[in-house]
């Protein structure tokens, strides 16, 4: 059974910083793709940044320049820095992977986690 399993959020002011964790653990045979979503009351769920196997990383312009997105393969983690946070940056966190759950087969999985609540105060 996989699980992503993230940690690290919480309360901050305007202008402070945050890291989120998440970890990836069970039966799998490799990770493609780990991002990070979040989801704001009344909004949508929304894409913050992935990282690839590359790797590659892409941002949402909202987040450019003050969220740095990394990953440890050997941990099979991903981390999201935050820094500057705004108000608007608000929301309940989610870790994202698409995970390759047999050597034998290309068919990639998305896994999420249960989510963890980021609060910017102004």
């Known amino acids: 059974q996989v699980q992503l399993v993230e940690s690290g959020g919480g309360l901050v002011q305007a202008g402070g910083s945050l890291r989120l964790s998440c970890t990836a653990s069970?039966?799998?045979?490799?990770?493609?793709?780990m991002a990070w979503y979040r989801q704001a009351p009344g909004k949508q769920r929304e894409l913050v940044a992935f990282?690839?196997?590359?790797?590659?990383?892409n941002y949402a312009d909202s987040v450019k320049g003050r969220f740095t997105i990394s990953r440890d393969n050997a941990k099979n983690t991903v981390d999201l820095h935050m820094n500057s946070l705004k108000p608007e940056d608000t929301a309940v966190y989610y870790c994202?992977?698409?995970?390759?759950?047999?050597?034998?087969?290309?068919?990639?999985?998305?896994?999420w986690g249960q989510g963890t609540q980021v609060t910017v105060s102004s």
């Open positions: 069970g039966s799998f045979f490799s990770i493609n793709t």
């Open positions: 994202n992977a698409e995970l390759r759950q047999y050597s034998y087969s290309p068919r990639l999985l998305p896994y």
């Open positions: 990282v690839t196997n590359g790797p590659i990383t």
